[in-house]
């Protein structure tokens, strides 16, 4: 049973940065696909960043890239996301997401994985 523990959350101002991190147990996190969704009240779960099993491949949701940057230590079996320049958004929990890569993962789709986390809410104030 893959199991992951989002953490980092808090509330950043506006031009801020934060580092999320997910811890995965349960598995190898080596040849997992990792995924990072948020979703505000109201609003449906997005895609915010991916990366493939050998981290060869990252992702990022549209205007994301250049600001965010998904990474992984596989002897921690943790997967981090580093947000800067935050923008002033409504609060969003991020999510982290696993699925076993098989190379043909469609890795910006929520469908795609199968384990997430709970999440950790992100608030950045203007």
């Known amino acids: 049973q893959v199991q992951l523990v989002e953490s980092g959350g808090g509330l950043v101002q506006a031009g801020g940065s934060l580092r999320l991190s997910c811890v995965v147990s349960g598995r190898t996190l080596i040849t997992y696909a990792m995924g990072w969704f948020r979703q505000a009240p109201g609003k449906e779960r997005e895609f915010v960043s991916a990366i493939n099993w050998n981290g060869r491949n990252t992702t990022y949701g549209d205007s994301l890239k250049g600001r965010f940057t998904i990474s992984t230590d596989n002897a921690k079996n943790t997967v981090y996301l580093q947000m800067n320049s935050l923008k002033p958004e409504p609060t969003a929990v991020y999510y982290c997401?696993?699925?076993?890569?098989?190379?043909?993962?469609?890795?910006?789709?929520?469908?795609?994985?199968?384990?997430w986390g709970q999440g950790t809410q992100v608030t950045v104030s203007s």
């Open positions: 997401a696993a699925e076993l890569d098989n190379g043909y993962l469609q890795l910006n789709t929520r469908a795609s994985y199968g384990y």
